[in-house]
């Protein structure tokens, strides 16, 4: 499946309490009217641990595929969308990206975990091909086989995107669920030198978030 991620900062007028309940109380029944979604998650950010512009929100919509989101071109629920995203992001803040996604660990039966995201951008002396496959290849086995990890998934951005010769604020986010055994000390201190080695470090961005599963 295709994923969007959106991802932004709250109106500076409004407080984050306020932010928080608009866009999880009101925003999900304009979105849930675009056809074609399957999956729709709001990630609300609790703590910036790495990382410049503090961001306040990710969103995750899924879709089959590109032709399934882009067949709302036009829709007016798609306008609708935008017209309430005023309500609570600030103006011109939204970055968004086209993924694909690689889950490597899968514990579906936890469910007391919490959920750390981090943006990376890739170092810029390797190709996008060949940051996602070293990623993928190197660290994805390595950060699922840690002690405590419940859940590991390397979204990337579309490869097509780099062929049209733009290039996208971020090329990839993690998502890692992870229980109380979790640790970044020892072998977790090996993994993210690894992860460094393929990423602009300068640019990474990490974040705890609250998730909440829409649909």
């Not at 993928?136 to 840690?146: S, T």
């Amino acid at each position: 499946m295709l994923k969007q991620l959106s991802i932004f900062r709250k109106r500076e007028d409004l407080t984050q309490d306020a932010f928080r309940h608009y866009w999880r109380s009101r925003h999900p029944d304009i979105v849930t009217r675009l056809p074609g979604i399957r999956r729709y998650v709001q990630n609300h950010v609790t703590a910036v641990l790495r990382g410049e512009p503090a961001w306040d929100g990710i969103a995750e919509v899924w879709f089959d595929d590109i032709e399934s989101m882009r067949a709302n071109a036009g829709n007016p629920a798609l306008a609708d969308i935008r017209a309430d995203e005023a309500n609570f992001i600030s103006a011109g803040s939204m970055v968004s990206i086209l993924t694909e996604e690689h889950t490597f660990v899968d514990d579906a039966t936890v469910s007391e975990v919490r959920k750390l995201l981090a943006l990376v951008k890739r170092r810029p002396d390797l190709t996008a091909e060949r940051f996602q496959e070293e990623w993928g290849r190197a660290v994805g086995p390595e950060v699922a086989d840690l002690p405590g990890v419940r859940r590991y998934v390397q979204a990337c951005c579309r490869l097509g995107l780099y062929r049209t010769g733009r290039e996208p604020a971020f090329d990839a986010m993690v998502s890692l669920w992870y229980g109380e055994r979790f640790s970044l000390a020892g072998e977790g201190c090996r993994i993210v030198a690894l992860e460094e080695t393929l990423t602009d470090a300068s640019r990474t961005v990490t974040l705890a978030v609250e998730e909440a599963v829409i649909i």
